[in-house]
């Protein structure tokens, strides 16, 4: 009954009705789809940190005065559980000589197979076998082709391959780097070991392999800092949720304009039904059947607009992500449902605290005061 007497008043103000219907469901669009696009935004830059979200980069305390990783401890890095690859690197500023240009720059001494399959050879093929390979940053500066001879320290080598520009990384910057062979980087620099990039079997794993190589090598003296790349991904999602509250906050602000247009549109359907009010409490009904419908007719308000806004934040969120991301492919995921149902409770909320003022005053008339108004 309470049902059908709230469908028959919202259907007399049909136009009314539907304004607050859209209403609500812009708001309920708005905070779902802003949710969509910042959880895709975050999970598209996290997918950048993927491949090194495992990693572990183990460098000489220098506070402690180690300047390098003695052989031994890195034998002893390889042999710790939980440990996939352990990649030794020296490196040092050495003097390079290319085309008539000299400049200090950073020579890292790495195995070949490493090499390889941390970069990617824009130019050329890697080879580091009496050779050496290039940074993007370097060859356009200088100027220098795959094939060309640089000088590092007074040797010379031939460049056998260009590296493709690989952006920001943590752990080695490639860019404005040059890579020679351990047995070739010995011949130009005395440096020992600087780093060692140890990878874990798994992300999960990465907080244990880090307390064992700070048991192993650190039980006497602070040899080592161990800095594990899993903290700056914690950080970067912990800084995208809250840009994305941020976002929904906005976002929400239709949802309160909604908000007080389902207060405006109650209000006056108390004042135009005051009479109708007076005649159902003079023939006996309580208080609370008169909150209960004006109640309902507000969230049926609601579920209305939230369903529909609910419904189409799906297709803003996906024409978001392709306008600005130039990618859907985290739309369909467990969170977009997530964000959905958080539309579709604020909407809902929002609806029935804006109908509890309109029903409150219209369940306290007083029949006899209520018969007599005009």
Known sequence: MYFELAKRNLERAKVRSLLAVVGIFIGVMAVSAIGIFGESLKATVLSNFEDVANELIVSPNAQEGYRYIAEKDINAIKKLPYVDTAIAIKSDYLLVEAKKRRAYMVVYGMDEKDVGEMFKAEKGVIRLKGSCVIGKRIADA????????????????????????????????????????????????????????????????VEKLKKEIEKRLNSRDEKVVVFDLKIILDRIEEAFSQINTFLMAIASISLLVAGVSILNIMLMSTIERTKEIGVMRAIGAYRTTILRIFLLEALILGIIGSVTGGMLSIIAGYLIDYAILKDVTYVFQPSTLLYIILGFSVGVATSIISGLYPAWKASRLEPIEALRFE
């Open 142 to 205: 200088a100027k220098i082709r795959v094939n060309s001879k640089i000088a590092i320290n007074g040797r010379e080598f031939r460049v056998s391959a260009i590296l493709e520009d690989s952006g920001a990384r943590f752990d080695i910057n490639p860019n404005s780097a040059i890579f020679l062979s351990p047995k070739d980087f010995e011949k130009v620099s005395n440096a020992g070991y600087t780093m060692v990039i140890v990878r874990a079997e798994s992300i999960e794993k």
